[in-house]
């Protein structure tokens, strides 16, 4: 387990050093989950991270690929709703 202390500015932003963001896999974005007083954060792949993991993109045109697009998103907005 690793403890560090961080500072919390004026608008209570705290700011994750470089190498523990990368140590986390942490971009964009992250889930903060509070329970029991405690604050756990989990990176969150960024919406086009998550599509394009789950689209297949063997089409030769948007026109094509927009079906396959729109279902990947509906299932990962499911996801995050669940």
């Known amino acids: 387990m690793k403890r560090i202390s961080l500072k919390v500015d004026s608008k209570g932003r705290i700011q994750l050093p470089r190498d523990i ?16 007083g405690k ?3 989990e990176p969150v792949d960024a919406i086009l ?4 993991k789950s ?9 094509t690929a927009l079906p396959s697009l729109r279902k990947a998103a509906e299932r990962e907005l499911l996801k995050e709703i669940s």
């Open 21 to 36: 963001r990368e140590d986390l896999g942490i971009r964009a974005e992250v889930s903060a989950t509070i329970e029991n």
């Open 39 to 41: 604050v756990t954060l």
């Open 49 to 52: 991270d998550r599509l394009s």
């Open 55 to 63: 689209a297949r993109f063997k089409y030769k045109s948007v026109e």
